[in-house]
């Protein structure tokens, strides 16, 4: 398909366990975003990339969060040391804007939902 | 520091009916602003964005919003809703020179037959 796809769409781990999130943006989209969106809430800004570049990490919530996107195109998203304040749906965004400051709207993935028993 | 207030999380509306769901919003500058739709399960779907000029903006799936400076508001509006219209709403706004975009808490549409 042509939109942001997320894997997996599910993801049930263990308190203390490490668990990845994957992204594929659409074809071609420069910018990158990772969201966390907790039950009844609005998403909440994690992290951005500009093709491989990391230039924005202030959301990532503990050193325990760690993003990646080594060839500009997909982005993994690692949880370390899980706990269960991590449970949340993930989502990603893309945008075909070449800079962050950009008004093009984000387009996002379905998102995953990580549980943390 | 930026904000979104959406004050109603549920809103509910005879289809048929004229639609609003409210949004304010707080930030330093002149803002970008966002509205997007939720379905169960599903990412958020762009509907319109107010960036500048004229302050009625249209959209997806008939829906507009309107820009009010003075109230520092981005209501959102269709003239006639539909039953599959009921999802999640949220409202956005980025400053200039920052590259966060801002939710809201979402507000529930449900819109009856």
């Known amino acids: 398909g042509a939109g942001v796809s997320q894997s997996p769409r599910y993801k049930v781990a263990k308190r203390g366990q490490d668990v990845a999130l994957r992204c594929d943006p659409i074809?071609?989209?420069?910018?990158l975003f990772w969201y966390q969106q907790a039950l009844g809430q609005g998403p909440e800004f994690l992290t951005y990339?500009?093709?491989?570049?990391?230039?924005?990490k202030s959301g990532l919530p503990s050193d325990r969060f760690f993003a990646e996107r080594p060839e500009g195109s997909v982005s993994t998203l690692k949880i370390q040391r899980t706990q269960q304040e991590d449970s949340a749906v993930y989502l990603c965004?893309?945008?075909?804007?070449?800079?962050?400051?950009?008004?093009?709207?984000?387009?996002f993935g379905d998102g995953t939902r990580l549980s943390i028993l | 520091a930026q904000s979104v207030a959406q004050p109603e999380d549920q809103v509910n509306v005879a289809e048929g009916n004229p639609l609003t769901v409210k949004c304010t919003y707080s930030?330093?500058?002149?803002?970008?602003l966002f509205w997007y739709v939720q379905y169960p399960n599903r990412g958020l779907q762009f509907l319109l964005k107010?960036?500048?000029?004229?302050?009625l903006v249209k959209g997806s799936y008939g829906f507009e919003a309107e820009f009010n400076k003075s109230q520092t508001s981005f209501h959102l509006k269709k003239p006639s809703a539909l039953v599959s219209d009921s999802a999640l709403y949220f409202c956005?706004?980025?400053?200039?020179?920052?590259?966060?975009?801002?939710f809201g808490t979402g507000t529930r549409l449900q819109v009856f037959p």
């Open positions: 930030v330093s500058g002149n803002p970008y």
């Open positions: 107010y960036i500048t000029g004229d302050n």
């Open positions: 074809s071609g989209h420069v910018s």
């Open positions: 956005a706004v980025r400053a200039h020179n920052t590259d966060k975009l801002i």
């Open positions: 990339f500009q093709n491989e570049a990391q230039l924005d």
């Open positions: 965004a893309s945008s075909p804007a070449p800079d962050r400051y950009s008004n093009q709207p984000q387009h």
